[in-house]
Structure formats: C-alpha cells, structure tokens
C-alpha cells in the first residue's frame, strides 16, 4: 500500500521532487487488524515509506500505534509494530511519537482504533510538543482553535451514546475473537 500512495503522490504532486518542512508518517493500525497481517511486509513498506518521506522532508514524525487498538484487541502485534517503527525511525533518524498509552473514552472512538476530533487535538498536541523539543517553532496550538460547549443533557447523551457503541463494537469483538478460538 506504501508503494501505491507514493506513486499517487508522485503523479498528481505539483512539484513532486520538492522539499518539506515536516513529513508525518502513520500507517499500519487498520492493516494489522487483519488476520492476515504480517511484520516482514510491514517492515518493508514501513522502511520504503519513511526513506521516501526522510529523502525529502527537513523532519520526519513516525508514529507508533496505541497498545489497546481494535476490538476485538489487536494484541501483541502492536508490541511487534511499534518496535519496528521505532526501530527503523531511529535508524533514518526519524522522530517518534509514542501513542502507546493513546486512550479514553473522549480520545478514541468505540472502536478502539479512530481517534474522536479530541482525540486528533490531543496527538496534535502530542506532535507540536515533540516538534517543539526538537527545535520546530510552534506558531499555533490546536487546542487554541477549538470552542467546546457541553449542557449536563448533551453530556448525558454522548455518554449514553458511547456506552451503547462501545457495548455493540466489544460484543462483537468478543464473537470474532471466540469464532477465532473455535476454529483455531
């Protein structure tokens, strides 16, 4: 998939030998979901996806993955994913942002994987912080760009919505990962 995207970008980019400030390099926390999923590959395309992004940018970000993805849980593959990630970033001389601990019910959505618009501020938040360790200077912050207003009854409500999603998405989790038992 890696390949597949730097080609796209390559075809439609204005100026596709250009040079970037900040490269920002996120993938594998669908693909390892799958039961098909495999660390040589994601290696591999991980590897080819930062070089590409190291070659041209002034900063490259990597991001590894939150250890309580997915429902049903994706396990310790995240363990093997976020090794490799820091692994390789180290190695191009790559920042990493750690989302290990990346959790909670306003950040992640039920689904365990897809962070809510909180959440995308708090790993922006996250990110600029990083940057900004390593010299970036940090002209906006995204929580300044945000007005939340709440009433207890909208409050009530989210949180009767949450519960009824994250019940639906962990029951399901808890049915595939028994079906799995059962045929494994």
């Not at 390892?32 to 590959?41: F, G, K, N, Q, S």
């Not at 929580?143 to 009530?156: A, F, H, N, Q, V």
Request: charged fraction near 25%; proline fraction near 4%; include cysteine.
């Amino acid at each position: 998939m890696a390949g597949k995207q730097i080609s796209a970008l390559e075809r439609v980019a204005a100026h596709p030998e250009g040079r970037y400030d900040l490269g920002c390099l996120y993938i594998g926390v669908n693909d390892i979901r799958a039961p098909d999923w495999d660390l040589t590959e994601f290696t591999r395309a991980f590897h080819f996806a930062v070089s590409f992004l190291n070659a041209r940018c002034d900063r490259v970000l990597t991001v590894t993955a939150p250890l309580d993805l997915g429902r049903p849980r994706a396990g310790p593959r995240v363990i093997e994913l976020n090794r490799t990630v820091e692994r390789i970033a180290t190695e191009v001389g790559a920042l990493v942002l750690d989302l290990s601990d990346f959790k909670a019910r306003n950040l992640v959505m039920a689904d365990h994987v897809h962070p809510t618009a909180f959440g995308q501020i708090a790993i922006s938040e996250r990110a600029l912080s990083l940057l900004a360790r390593d010299g970036l200077s940090v002209r906006v912050w995204p929580r300044s760009l945000i007005y939340y207003e709440t009433t207890p009854w909208t409050r009530l409500r989210g949180d009767a919505t949450y519960a009824y999603r994250h019940a639906k998405v962990s029951a399901r989790g808890a049915l595939l990962a028994l079906g799995q038992m059962r045929r494994g």
